[in-house]
């Protein structure tokens, strides 16, 4: 059974940081491509940034190239989302999940976490 446990969230000034974490089961890590996502109020949910399962191919939304830096340790199973230069529009519910490709972020699994919540605001 797939688990996904995102931890790291908070309130954070515009300009601000935090790392989310978050710490996958069920499937094997180190073979597995990742993601991360968020969900603004009102909104659908969307990507932000994935990882190859070595670690070694990246891809960001336009809205995070930049700012956001995604990194993985398979040790831990456990994937990182360094958020940097944070803005109000980057207050969502973030989650991760297995997902099929890095360049198809398309989650493998209907079932997510709880998320944690980001919210950016002065």
């Known amino acids: 059974q797939v688990q996904l446990v995102e931890t790291g969230g908070g309130l954070v000034q515009p300009g601000g940081s935090l790392r989310l974490s978050c710490v996958a089961s069920?499937?094997?890590?180190?073979?597995?491509?990742m993601g991360w996502f968020r969900q603004a109020p009102g909104k659908e949910r969307a990507f932000v940034a994935t990882?190859?399962?070595?670690?070694?191919?990246?891809m960001y939304a336009d809205s995070v190239k930049g700012r956001f830096t995604i990194s993985r340790d398979n040790a831990k199973n456990t994937v990182y989302l360094q958020m940097n230069s944070l803005k109000p529009e980057d207050t969502a519910v973030y989650y991760c999940?297995?997902?099929?490709?890095?360049?198809?972020?398309?989650?493998?699994?209907?079932?997510w976490g709880q998320g944690t919540q980001v919210t950016v605001s002065s």
């Open positions: 990882i190859s399962a070595t670690g070694l191919s990246k």
């Open positions: 069920g499937r094997t890590f180190s073979n597995s491509n």
């Open positions: 999940n297995f997902i099929t490709g890095v360049y198809t972020p398309t989650p493998l699994f209907a079932s």
